[in-house]
């Protein structure tokens, strides 16, 4: 079974439109880390956010914010008045404690901003 | 540029060779990361060494071996390659381990290119 799921393949939309990238998570253990990277189309990856699991505070950084919500097992990614240059792979991730510490990867979510 | 360096950025072999994948963290950062991105696996986590030790070890196979240095840099050492073994590899490192501040950043190399034929 799939630990991280980011159910949306690929999203498209237009330049100033706000959109939200799904992940939920699976785990049994108390103790875990939740991630976001980016991927742009140049290649590299750029961390963006880790999130521990006693931390459920919202976190803003600038158009991007983070809904993290332990009920729904679910890590959200909202980037506000999206521009050209989110474009990109987004991948969720979690570490699990129990597991020592091994990371597990979403698929991606392919996001393009149409100018 | 984040500070993290790979060595090389592209390497051509063929199946049944060995290579070896250098990382360099950023000064200051006791954490070094691996990671595998091909077409069929998706972004894999391999290994994580801390200060020299291993500390989280993901799907890395039995052919595949790493080590962290004292001077911290570290070598992710593929052997007797395989067709899939294609991928691109990623380091990154950051300054605590996955234990610390929730706020750790990692850094990420540009990725070296490994095309077995």
């Known amino acids: 079974a799939q630990k991280v799921t980011q159910a949306q393949t690929e999203i498209s939309v237009v330049e100033k439109e706000d959109v939200t990238l799904d992940c939920v998570y699976e785990t049994r253990d108390t103790t875990y880390y939740l991630f976001w990277y980016k991927q742009p189309p140049s290649g590299e990856l750029v961390f963006l956010i880790r999130r521990n699991s006693f931390d459920e505070q919202n976190e803003i950084s600038g158009r991007y914010s983070w809904n993290f919500q332990k009920s729904t097992s679910s890590f959200n990614f909202t980037i506000t008045a999206s521009q050209v240059v989110d474009s990109a792979v987004y991948f969720c991730?979690?570490?699990?404690?129990?597991?020592?510490?091994?990371?597990?990867f979403g698929t991606g979510t392919s996001l393009t901003v149409i100018p | 540029d984040s500070g993290v360096t790979q060595t090389p950025k592209h390497l051509i072999t063929a199946t049944g060779q060995r290579v070896t994948l250098r990382c360099s963290p950023r000064?200051?950062?006791?954490?070094v990361y691996w990671y595998q991105q091909s077409l069929d696996q998706g972004l894999q986590f391999l290994i994580q060494y801390y200060n020299g030790e291993e500390r989280a070890k993901g799907n890395i196979l039995e052919r595949f071996s790493a080590q962290q240095f004292p001077d911290l840099h570290s070598e992710l050492n593929l052997s007797s390659l395989e067709l899939g073994d294609s991928a691109l590899y990623f380091c990154?490192?950051?300054?605590?381990?996955?234990?610390?501040?929730?706020?750790?950043?990692?850094?990420f190399g540009p990725g070296t290119r490994l095309t077995v034929l």
């Open positions: 000064s200051g950062d006791l954490s």
């Open positions: 990154a490192s950051s300054v605590v381990s996955t234990g610390g501040s929730s706020t750790d950043t990692q850094y």
């Open positions: 991730a979690l570490s699990e404690e129990w597991t020592g510490n091994q990371f597990y």
